[in-house]
């Protein structure tokens, strides 16, 4: 079943991004003495501790407008062995935290041997757990996931696209405030350095992932002396030519790296729920499938409508892990099924949007750097698109919401780059939908000899701790506990 997590982290099937840029030092440094952090029990977990962080909505005016950010610590349960703390930083833009420390907290702590109290937060403008809130007013259709994601019609036509897009921007605009654009990658950098010094820390280790690893490796380029041991997980091309345009377009690659995964389980014999004899019958067979239902969508009994690019999307959402991939079997076995419309439809249909979820993703890639405004151009870039990665039919490179958005970036991206201490371990998955291997390389190429590249032979999005894979578990693991990395980079098999 695709849970809450995984649909999150594909909002923009960017969720999954990365890491790269280094951004403009604000105008004016943040307070020099950040507030105390009064910790006390979390609520859904005593055994991790909660507080509040206070930061500026803006940090050229210290003095002025508060945000709130929703901060959980798991304490070291060994303080003998406490080397520090470990920052770790989710995807989205706009994942959470607090989400992320329930997720590999225990884990993380355990594979460390208590080297680290592990600490995270919920982004500015979440709304989560206590966090600053923000909201553009979306009409409810635009949060449909198949609508707000930019899939292009049956046709490829993007009228629908563009016009979406531009009611977003304009909703954003009249509604969201000063808080919705301080929402930038550079802020969350400037956050997490105000949490490290309340946290009274004078190096940070962090953990990033997915769009994450953006945040990591600014915060490393910026501060390298504040930096102590760096992992990104799931990496993506980090030319600032390309940031949030560029990880989104390069979802196409990704989906075309993983889907032979899928197409060679789907085509197991002994599978219940195989769909082809052979692996390469699978993809015609789904294209095929997504273009008869481009021309006629199904209803089933629940309401739920199924059309070809509701079917594309759960592509997207499932492809994240394995365990996506009997779901979305039973879901194309359900489309190919004409007897009867008394179908159990599978937990892969594309569901709406939350609001605040909408807001922060938007506002943060919009925010971060200045999109393209021809429509021309996205036409033909869909069209090229189209022909060349046939299972995203042309979505990644659509038109945008930040097309039309109305506020210039405040920061612009530089370049990360090899000037630094060697404090860096990558890990990736050699199969990722969303931050593609071809774009980790380019991120270990500007690193230089500052990284070290695990590369886990394994497809899905999201390697530590999270398929299985010893190597790439243990090799992590060690370098976080010792700083030993590898003499080289390596591959696990």
Known sequence: MTNQRTRKSLLFALAASAAAATLAAPAQAAPAAAPALQWKPCADAPTRECADLSVPVDYRAPDGPRAHLAVSRLRTDHPEARRGTLLLIPG???????????????????????????????PRGTGTHGSSLAECG?????????????????DGDIGENAARGRRIADACARNGGPLLRSF??????RDADLLRQAL???????????YGTYVAAQYAQQHPDRTDRVVLDSSGDPDPTRVARGWLANTSVGVADRFPDFAKWASTPGNPDRLADTPEAVQPMFLALAAKLDASPR?????????????????LQTLHSDEGFAPLAKLIRAARDTTTDQLTVPDVLPVAVPQSDAAVRTATICNDVAWPKSLPAYRRAVAADRIRYPLTAGMPVSVMPCAFWKDEPADKPGRITSQGPSNILMVQNLRDPNTPYSGSLKMREALGERARLVTVDSGGHEAYLANGNACGDRTVSEFLKTGQRPAGDVVCR
Request: a negative charge; hydrophobic letters at 35%; glycine letters at 16%.
């Open 138 to 154: 979306l009409d409810k259709a635009d949060l449909e996931i198949s609508s707000f994601i930019p899939w292009p019609g049956p």
């Open 299 to 315: 209803t089933f009994a629940d309401g739920h409508k199924l059309t070809g690019n509701h079917l594309r999307m759960g592509l």
């Open 92 to 122: 989205g833009p706009g994942g959470s935290g607090f989400d992320l420390l329930k997720q590999k907290g225990e884990a993380m702590r355990k594979e460390t041997g208590g080297a680290y109290d592990i600490v995270s937060f919920d």
């Open 200 to 210: 009274g820390e004078r190096k940070l280790s962090v953990y990033g992932v997915s």
């Open 184 to 189: 930038t990658s550079a802020n969350e950098v």
